[in-house]
């Protein structure tokens, strides 16, 4: 008796305010912190505007249910960002469900590292770089603006362009990576991508953007290529239907960062310049969480300012690993040399 009651007392209830259908808008989700943290234990509440009784509250994020003890949730989660933290539970027989936005960030603060130049190798002046990558010992560069964006093999240790593909005039060469014999290639407004067969430049296909935003940067991990948008979201592309499958964002323990540029990918870690900075950082791949920040300032002053420079423009842009002397290589837009530095941790 005392069951059927419960039940037809909550569907009165129900009834008697409005008719409403969705008993969700009488809840909300109250959080001990604004600021949240990966790994972090926050209090956690549900608010229950009409002492309504409820069973069996889980808490989600992602699908992934959170560990919730003594009335604290642990924030033990694979990606961070811009998340929604959903609430579920039981009104009677009917199942409920409400949201609220939220921010993961990291756990701690981005670490500081500095840089030592191991060598210096001449630089195209009229390369506006756009992405850099090594394959088999040859530098791939791509350059950017509209009538001179072009793909290019190149002698690193020379500077001498050794193949050069011409883009069409109405678009502006963005990122490059190269992936199982292919060169994959952004443009940044024009919503549309290319391939490349790495041995000759010959054009393999285009493809086009799902709900990234622009063409920015590319990297890869061998499984699957990262794209960046100019948002805070780096994508995953399949590297063969080239369809965004899915997509981290780039945060500090303090905030959520948009300015990822050239990307390049070593050993879990995304690095990326920053957008019109003398900095790059270093990303956790899976995370998303900027787990570095390298300060490359001074090396712009060692540059000669050529015929093509653009005190606004002409900014560090350009990263490459290279895995057989195991050092970087970094250059900017219509800078006069290519810097091989090793990254070091700022003491």
């Not at 001498?160 to 014999?181: A, R, Y």
């Amino acid at each position: 008796m005392g069951k059927l009651f419960s039940i037809t007392g909550a569907l009165l209830f129900f009834l008697g305010c409005g008719g409403s259908a969705d008993p969700a808008k009488y809840f909300s989700i109250q959080l001990e912190n604004k600021s949240i943290q990966q790994n972090q234990q926050l209090g956690v509440a549900l608010k229950n505007k009409k002492d309504i009784e409820i069973s069996d509250l889980h808490y989600y994020i992602d699908g992934k249910e959170l560990v919730v003890e003594n009335g604290k949730l642990t924030l033990d989660l694979p990606t961070l960002g811009n998340k929604t933290l959903v609430a579920k539970f039981n009104i009677d027989d009917q199942a409920v469900q409400v949201e609220k936005k939220v921010r993961v960030l990291a756990a701690s603060a981005p670490e500081v590292y500095t840089y030592e130049i191991i060598n210096s190798y001449p630089h195209d002046t009229g390369a506006y770089t756009q992405g850099l990558e090594f394959h088999d010992g040859i530098l791939y560069e791509s350059t950017g603006k509209k009538g001179a964006s072009t793909v290019r093999k190149v002698n690193f240790e020379t500077g001498e362009v050794l193949q050069q593909i011409d883009m069409e005039d109405s678009v502006f060469g963005e990122g490059i990576t190269i992936m199982n014999g292919k060169l994959y290639q952004l443009t940044w407004q024009s919503g549309m991508g290319y391939v490349y067969n790495i041995s000759n430049l010959e054009k393999i296909k285009n493809f086009t953007y799902g709900k990234s935003r622009e063409g920015w940067g590319l990297s890869n991990d061998g499984e699957k290529i990262f794209k960046s948008d100019g948002t805070e979201k780096i994508w995953f592309l399949n590297p063969e239907t080239l369809e965004e499958q899915g997509h981290i964002e780039t945060v500090t323990n303090k905030s959520i960062f948009s300015k990822a540029n050239e990307l390049e990918y070593v050993d879990g870690k995304i690095y990326a310049n920053v957008y019109q900075k003398e900095s790059m950082m270093i990303i956790d791949a899976t995370s998303g969480a900027i787990e570095g920040v390298i300060n490359f300032g001074g090396l712009k002053s060692k540059v000669s300012k050529g015929p093509q420079w653009d005190e606004g423009n002409s900014v560090l842009n350009g990263v490459a690993y290279h895995p057989e002397r195991e050092t970087f290589f970094v250059t900017g837009k219509n800078w006069d040399k290519l810097f091989e530095v090793k990254i070091l941790k700022k003491d």
